[in-house]
Structure formats: structure tokens, C-alpha cells
């Protein structure tokens, strides 16, 4: 049976963050239309694919796991929750499935949990792929350098520059303004600025202006010491120019990238305003991973039949054949064992030559 | 981690030549790329870099989807399609304006839908806006001084360069309103996996841009 990869991998997530004190939350297939039409400003497509019930009622196909997590929960207390869905969301082509795998942190989140979160971000990534970056920014501490630099009237389209790292477009918008030098050097450097955090942060705090600044500065600094507490080597850095979530995140926000995939993986962040739109206390931080986006990069493998060809004689003994399948299998390769090669293709190709394997030329 | 090869979408035509060459005394040759041949793509193993050219409407396209790291477009193509990459630098190449013009006697009548012939319908849109006037867009993929010729429109929202092709069709330029030029492009994850060579690559053509004044 082929069992598609974030399925595979959904499974091992799920048993990671378990250890971390996880519980499974499951979604109902369908939820009510109204739920989602109240909050269309938290969902990443505004186009929710609905139907209406036996009984009348107007009813939703799965457009986010998020704000069904947030309906239902009850209390102060703190709550960890993760999951595997396939939500429904539309784009110019249509409506398309997208498989995601993510966790939820609800309640009194401190400096602790979410250091928990981003290194369990690190850890899926890791899952995915070894080559992988995460990214983090604070909001906070971009919006208002930019909220410094210009009037509030141009404060999107300054927003709109730094998100594409356009030093062109911030120094004519800066210079328009008649911005404070200073601050519109900051506002390049640090948007044009990519580096780990050891490097970034005291950029930053070089660059503090307000209590504000300052408070998301040290929030950083002590997120990413967190980090380094449970994974020293995680892949970490600060990229000041991501704002693409600014009506859905605040505060911490962090993405996902591996090698190879032309598109961010993970996107994850701070969440508070979701709750006191929907009339709950306290904070909350989650992320998802999107396996659709995985897709191409999970192609590779499956244009082979097998990682290993193991090319036999009709007079080689079984038990010979046998122990060299072994001894491949224990390299972690799948073996396609035959005597002729055939159409089947594989990553490599071995032959039993007395006894022994040998790379087939 | 190892040296990454950096992928460059290069529009066809004049101005991807101009760029390739700034590329090339920046540091980026591909000398194969100057031979006339078939081929689509010309890479050179020795400073790990890629060329391909491609239409220039569809250089932000392949930069989006990850094809190519990094690509040349114009400040107008990005403006109107809005590709979620990052614009990195202002190369000063090709410039030229967005610009509304007509027939030289033309008089608004500001009780009228004012008629709009563009191939840049968003752009056009956006500054109408921005104005407050009521438009109707006629979306054309070429010829765009006809419109208002024959009537089709009452004016254009198009580039000029020289201004030569208005002026033999007695149009005038009411108003230039967006400066444009090339722009080197990245695709933004690219940008984080190759960001020593592609801040490399950024530096050596600021550095030619600097020194030659362009």
C-alpha cells in the first residue's frame, strides 16, 4: 500500500508533540457557515465552500482548523492541542484540498511555550527535510519603525516596500515623508538584513526607539535563547521583512522553508486578536504545515521502483541473494532483486558477483 | 553548506542584453550565452550561474514558482502583476514612464465615465482611484495609441519612452505618473537558501551601478 508521505509523516508529528503534551484534536467534517462568516478576515481565502443542511441550516466544508480550535474552546486554562486536516480553500484555479499538520497553544502562553513551539516548528521541518530554515520577526518591532518613519496614510505602502525587501521604493517613500535619516537607514538595513538571531538581535536592540521596540526586542532575545535551550543547532533567522499576516498574526511570527520547495512550508505565529474577536481571553501561538506544497519535492522518489537494483544469475544460491538484500536493506535502501534489469528503474544498480555485491557499471 | 548555482530569468530583448552585460562585468559571465544557437539555457560551472531568457511578462513568473532565483523585470510588469517575490534592486535600466495620454485636443468631461484604453489594467486602475474618477477599462494587448484615435478610448494609460510614437499620431502626454525601470527580482525563498551569493551578486551590480552611473 502507498501511504502518502504526510500521512507518514503527519503520524510522527503527532507522536512528537504528544511528548510535549500535545492532545489529538480531531475537527468535525462540516461546521457552521456563520462561524467563518464572522471572522472572514482571519482566513487565508475569503471563499468557503458551503452547502445547506437537512434541517436548513447554512453549513461550512472545512475552510480552517484554527478557528474551530478557538469556537470551542472553554476557560483560561492553558491548552495544547495539535492536528492533522484536510481544510478546503479556493485560489484563482478553484477549491483545492490542502492536507495540514499543525499544533495549537491556547491560554497563559509565556516565554517558555513558545520557545516550545518554535523548536517543535524546527523539529517538523527537520522531519520534512534536514536543509531547512525558519524564519522569525516580531511585529511589533517593525510596524512601529515604520510607524516612526512616515504618516499613518503611507504607513501600507512603507508596510508594502519592506515586505519585498524594495530599498528603492522605502528610500522615496522615506524621503517624502522627510523621515528622520537615521531611521530610515535603520528601516534598510534591518529590511534588507537576513541572519541568525546571535547575529540580528543586537542590530535590533541598536535600532530601538520605543517601549515598544524594546519589549519585542527582548521577547525575541529570549524566544531564541529558548530555542538554542532544547536544539542548540536549530536552524533559526530573523527576517524583519515578513508581514504578509499582518491582519492575522501579532507579536511572534515565524515560517518554514526547505531546500528545494520554492514556497514556504510552515507559517506560524501569535494569534491573540483571533481570541478577543471571538470573545475569549489570554493569548494563543500555533502553526501548520502545508503538505500540498510538498507535493513536487515528494515526486522525486516515486519516479523510481525502487532505491536499489540487485541483478542475480539464475545460478546465484537464494541464501546468497538473500544476505545481500539484508545487507542492503540495513543501508536504509529499497531492493528490487531480479535477474534482469528490465524497464524498472532505481537509484542505483548492484550484481552478485561471487558472492559479493557489486555496483553494476 | 555548499555554494548554491543562482538561476537568472533574463528577459529577451535589448534590455536583458544590457542587464546579461552588467551581469558579466559584475563578475557573472557566461560567454557561451553571446554564441548564436538554440539553446534555452547557458551556464557557466566556474562561477555557478544559470541564464535563461525568457518573455518578459513571464520573468516574474518563473522568480514566483521558484524556477529561477532570480530574474530581471520591468517596474511596470511588477506593478501590474504583483508577483510575491522580492524586488531587490533598482538596476536604472530601460527607463521610461507610465504615462496618460490623448489626442492633443482632447478636453475631459469630468461628468463622463472617462474611457481608459491600457494594457495595464491595473495600474491604470489604481491611479484612477487614487483620483477619485470613475473609468471604464478597455483592455488591449498592443497598438495602444489607436484607441483613442479611432475613438475605441479617450485616452491611454501606456509606457513612453522616447515619446516618438505619440507625437507622429498627434497624442501628447497628459501626465507621466510611475517612473519605470528594471528591477532585479528574487524569489523569496531562494533568497534565504542563497543569501551570501545572491547579497554577493546584489553588491557587484550596485558597485558597476555606482561606478558607471547608471
Known sequence: ?361 | MSERWLNIALPKGRLGEQVYDALERAGYPCPEIREQSRKLIFENPACRVRYFWAKPTDVPVYVERGSADLGIAGRDILSEHRPDVYDLLDLGFGRCDMCVAGPADYREDPDAVLRVATKFPRIAKDYYTGRGRDIDIIRLNGSIELAPIVGLSDVIVDIVESGKTLQENGLVVFEKFLPISAHLIANKVSYKFSYEEIRRLCEGLEALRQEEGV
Open chain 1, 1 to 361: 500500500m502507498n501511504i502518502r508521505r504526510d500521512e507518514m509523516s503527519a503520524y510522527a508529528l503527532r507522536e512528537m508533540y504528544r511528548l510535549y503534551g500535545y492532545a489529538w484534536y480531531r475537527m468535525g467534517k462540516f461546521e457552521e457557515y456563520e462561524l467563518y462568516a464572522r471572522n472572514k478576515s482571519f482566513l487565508r481565502s475569503e471563499r468557503i465552500l458551503t452547502f445547506t443542511d437537512v434541517d436548513g441550516r447554512l453549513m461550512a466544508m472545512k475552510p480552517d482548523v484554527t478557528l474551530s480550535i478557538v469556537k470551542n474552546r472553554s476557560g483560561e486554562k492553558l491548552e495544547k492541542l495539535c492536528y492533522h486536516e484536510t481544510v478546503l480553500r479556493a485560489d484563482e484555479n478553484g477549491f483545492r484540498q490542502i492536507p495540514q499538520t499543525g499544533l495549537e497553544c491556547l491560554g497563559p502562553v509565556d516565554d517558555y511555550l513558545q520557545s516550545e513551539v518554535l523548536m517543535l516548528a524546527c523539529r517538523s521541518l527537520e522531519t520534512v527535510d534536514a536543509d531547512y530554515l525558519l524564519d522569525i520577526s516580531h511585529l511589533g518591532y517593525i510596524t512601529e519603525l515604520a510607524a516612526l518613519a512616515v504618516p499613518e496614510e503611507q504607513r501600507d505602502d512603507l508596510l508594502e516596500a519592506v515586505g519585498r525587501k524594495n530599498a528603492s521604493a522605502i528610500r522615496e517613500l522615506c524621503a517624502n515623508a522627510g523621515t528622520d535619516p537615521a531611521v530610515a537607514e535603520d528601516l534598510l538595513a534591518l529590511t534588507a538584513a537576513y541572519a541568525a538571531p546571535e547575529e540580528m538581535l543586537p542590530r535590533m536592540r541598536a535600532a530601538v526607539r520605543t517601549d515598544s521596540m524594546e519589549a519585542a526586542c527582548r521577547e525575541l532575545e529570549t524566544v531564541a535563547e529558548g530555542v538554542r535551550g532544547f536544539l542548540p543547532e536549530a536552524k533559526i533567522r530573523v527576517d524583519l521583512s515578513m508581514l504578509d499576516d499582518l491582519h492575522y498574526y501579532n507579536g511572534l511570527i515565524f515560517r518554514g522553508m526547505v531546500a528545494g520547495v520554492p514556497f514556504p512550508v510552515l507559517s506560524g505565529g501569535r494569534y491573540d486578536s483571533l481570541l478577543a474577536r471571538m470573545g475569549k481571553s489570554g493569548r494563543a501561538i500555533g502553526f501548520a504545515i502545508y503538505w500540498d506544497r510538498l507535493e513536487r519535492s515528494d515526486r522525486e522518489p516515486e519516479n523510481y521502483d525502487a532505491d536499489a537494483m540487485l541483478l542475480y544469475g539464475a545460478d546465484t544460491p537464494p541464501c546468497e541473494t538473500a544476505a545481500a538484500v539484508r545487507a542492503l536493506r540495513g543501508r536504509g535502501l529499497s531492493v528490487l532483486a531480479r535477474t534482469e534489469a528490465g524497464g524498472a528503474r532505481t537509484r542505483y544498480r548492484f550484481r552478485m558477483e561471487k558472492g559479493e555485491v557489486v555496483p553494476d557499471e
